[in-house]
């Protein structure tokens, strides 16, 4: 079993970053692919990036490449997420995931065993 706990989430202008963190704890970090969803108010789950086990491979939902970039540090047990031009629409719930290696980098939420709480992310016009 494995915990997560995300963090960086905030208040921030149109066109502003921000970096969030997700920390996790159990189990070996590196025996997971991990992702990053975010659900919005009155939406569902929205796929947002996944990356493989050693972070050799990444997997971007297609309307966000380029603007959001996943990451993971295996010696912080830590998986990141870049966020760059910020646009309102961006405003959500962040979350990470976890998943076996053998269920591989998918986009759905029902694949994914362990979940942390969440992170906002809020965009000001």
């Known amino acids: 079993q494995v915990q997560l706990v995300e963090s960086g989430g905030g208040l921030v202008q149109v066109g502003g970053s921000l970096r969030l963190s997700c920390a996790a704890s159990?189990?070996?970090?590196?025996?997971?692919?991990m992702a990053w969803f975010r659900q919005a108010p009155g939406k569902e789950r929205e796929f947002v990036a996944a990356i493989n086990w050693s972070g050799s491979t990444t997997y971007s939902a297609d309307s966000l490449r380029g603007r959001f970039r996943i990451s993971r540090d295996n010696a912080k047990n830590t998986v990141y997420l870049q966020l760059s031009n910020l646009k309102p629409q961006d405003t959500a719930l962040y979350y990470c995931?976890?998943?076996?290696?053998?269920?591989?980098?998918?986009?759905?939420?029902?694949?994914?065993?362990?979940w942390g709480q969440g992170t906002q992310v809020t965009v000001s016009s």
């Open positions: 995931a976890a998943t076996s290696i053998a269920a591989g980098m998918t986009q759905r939420p029902d694949a994914y065993d362990y």
């Open positions: 159990g189990r070996t970090f590196s025996s997971y692919n």
